[in-house]
């Protein structure tokens, strides 16, 4: 639900432009007699993001390997899932006396978009998770979860491009030519549809369509893993119904041969995807460089980075009647931006002096409590990239209540999450807030405090009266 609301905001709110439009028309003139602007100066410092995001059931999982982004590095992601079939007690084939024989097995992934070059070849190859493994369907997993291991030999590959994946797919069987388009089809071996129509519904070690427990102690799940090749991922649901393991095969009915299938899908908890990032280049190199106020900012969403920003400036402002504050944030072009694109939204929020705490600027974003996440405006607090190639952050009543001593001026933290925890002074809790609906997807280079045009710089805009 959380999702659902964070994205109407993003969509809703693209035609904004400069966020001083929202109630520009009641900014007084800046006369330099009684109204006032001045900028003040940030220090900014690039870090590595800790990330306790967990993989829900209805979250589209990321697959592939990105080798050549020449600013950030390598990111690697692989999936995993369990599958089920449609009822328990239930024997899902035909009848197993009547079947022939096993046409084909094919695993259908339901195409959810895709980061990164277009012309990017991938290659996907899929396994069982071993029994061993330790794969629950009652845990959530953390995108940076250590491999699963896997039993027996490969179950199937697809290698394909990016930029087709958009395209209908033609499949025939005997007398049905059929097109579908949204979905990546993975042969597999036609052993495991033999394997599969030999489970039963018994209480004997083979009866798997017992119960959903049953199945899956027999088969764990599968395993996605992307080759160390490409330069893109691609995104899929695991929960979309588009999603299945389909089993073709022959069976005898009155005498004549026919062809049918039987489909098994992911239909309850049991999933994970492991997202590796490598940072290299220039961004490995400010995540090293041990300066505290670095001259570029660099951002990769989930799981990624994120900066700080503190505005020494604040603390020996006068107070001041504060009519307009904005936190103003230019983007840099960088090599490959035509395809790795930026994210879809970026978060500000501030931290506490230990830096485990962040907090929401509650009398800013107005948020919305959804009992189990909060949620906010875009529109009025600002993340969203606007028309003059900039983002702006609305941080005005922040600011007056640090001006007239009612607040602390707090270190604050710029990063692109897909989810992000923080405490909430309005609601007295730490809650959920969900940013972005994929992850892994898009990074920013962004000018920092120091950096060497001032016009491009990370600053905070002030409009204000005296008093």
């Not at 129509?197 to 119960?211: I, L, P, Q, V, W």
């Given at each position: 639900m959380a999702v659902a609301l964070i994205l109407f905001g993003l969509t809703g709110c693209t035609k904004i432009n400069n966020p001083t439009e929202l109630g520009g028309d009641v900014l007084p003139a800046i006369d330099n007699i009684r109204t006032f602007q001045t900028f003040l100066e940030t220090r900014t410092d690039n870090a590595l993001f800790v990330d306790s995001n967990k993989v829900f059931y209805s979250d589209d999982m990321a697959l592939g390997h990105i080798d050549d982004d020449r600013e950030f590095g390598k990111t690697h992601a692989d999936a995993y899932f369990n599958i089920l079939p449609i009822s328990p007690m239930f024997y899902p084939f035909y009848r197993k006396d009547s079947i022939v024989g096993i046409d084909s097995v094919i695993l259908s992934l339901s195409y959810k978009g895709y980061y990164g070059d277009s012309n990017s070849l991938q290659t996907l190859r899929v396994f069982e998770i071993s029994q061993q493994a330790g794969f629950s369907d009652t845990t959530l997993y953390k995108?940076?979860?250590?491999?699963?291991?896997?039993?027996?030999?490969?179950?199937?590959?697809?290698?394909?491009?990016?930029?087709?994946?958009?395209?209908?797919?033609?499949?025939?069987?005997?007398?049905?030519?059929?097109?579908?388009?949204?979905?990546?089809?993975?042969?597999?071996?036609?052993?495991?549809?033999?394997?599969?129509?030999?489970?039963?519904?018994?209480?004997?070690?083979?009866?798997?369509?017992?119960?959903?427990?049953?199945?899956?102690?027999?088969?764990?799940?599968?395993?996605?893993?992307?080759?160390?090749?490409?330069?893109?991922?691609?995104?899929?649901?695991?929960?979309?119904?588009?999603?299945?393991?389909?089993?073709?095969?022959?069976?005898?009915?009155?005498?004549?041969?026919?062809?049918?299938?039987?489909?098994?899908?992911?239909?309850?908890?049991?999933?994970?995807?492991?997202?590796?990032?490598?940072?290299?280049?220039?961004?490995?190199?400010?995540?090293?460089?041990?300066?505290?106020?670095?001259?570029?900012?660099?951002?990769?969403?989930?799981?990624?980075?994120?900066?700080?920003?503190?505005?020494?400036?604040?603390?020996?402002?006068?107070?001041?009647?504060?009519?307009?504050?904005?936190?103003?944030?230019?983007?840099?072009?960088?090599?490959?931006?035509?395809?790795?694109?930026?994210?879809?939204?970026?978060?500000?929020?501030?931290?506490?002096?230990?830096?485990?705490?962040?907090?929401?600027?509650?009398?800013?974003?107005?948020?919305?409590?959804?009992?189990?996440?909060?949620?906010?405006?875009?529109?009025?607090?600002?993340?969203?990239?606007?028309?003059?190639?900039?983002?702006?952050?609305?941080?005005?009543?922040?600011?007056?209540?640090?001006?007239?001593?009612?607040?602390?001026?707090?270190?604050?933290r710029i990063q692109a999450p897909l989810r992000t925890f923080a405490y909430s002074s309005q609601f007295r809790r730490v809650s959920q807030l969900a940013i972005s609906d994929q992850v892994a997807y898009g990074r920013i280079v962004i000018a920092g405090g120091n950096f060497i045009n001032p016009a491009k710089r990370l600053r905070l805009r002030i409009v204000y009266s005296k008093l």
């Open positions: 995108y940076n979860q250590s491999d699963f291991a896997i039993s027996g030999a490969e179950l199937g590959s697809k290698t394909y491009q990016m930029k087709k994946l958009n395209d209908s797919v033609t499949f025939i069987r005997k007398r049905d030519t059929s097109k579908i388009a949204g979905v990546i089809r993975i042969p597999l071996a036609s052993q495991l549809g033999t394997r599969f129509a030999g489970y039963d519904t018994t209480s004997t070690a083979n009866g798997a369509y017992r119960s959903d427990s049953m199945f899956l102690s027999l088969f764990r799940g599968l395993a996605i893993k992307a080759d160390n090749s490409g330069n893109a991922l691609t995104y899929f649901s695991p929960s979309d119904i588009k999603t299945k393991l389909i089993v073709y095969y022959r069976v005898r009915k009155n005498g004549t041969i026919d062809t049918t299938l039987t489909e098994f899908y992911h239909s309850k908890g049991g999933q994970a995807n492991l997202v590796k990032r490598t940072p290299q280049g220039a961004f490995s190199q400010y995540l090293a460089n041990n300066q505290p106020n670095d001259d570029k900012v660099y951002l990769q969403s989930s799981p990624g980075s994120y900066a700080t920003i503190q505005i020494p400036g604040l603390d020996t402002l006068q107070n001041a009647v504060i009519h307009r504050a904005e936190l103003i944030v230019t983007p840099l072009e960088t090599q490959q931006q035509s395809y790795f694109f930026f994210p879809k939204a970026l978060f500000l929020d501030r931290i506490n002096a230990r830096g485990d705490t962040a907090s929401l600027f509650d009398f800013d974003m107005s948020p919305r409590d959804n009992f189990s996440s909060f949620s906010y405006d875009y529109a009025r607090f600002g993340g969203l990239l606007l028309r003059d190639s900039t983002y702006k952050f609305d941080i005005t009543r922040y600011v007056q209540r640090i001006v007239t001593n009612d607040s602390t001026n707090f270190t604050l």
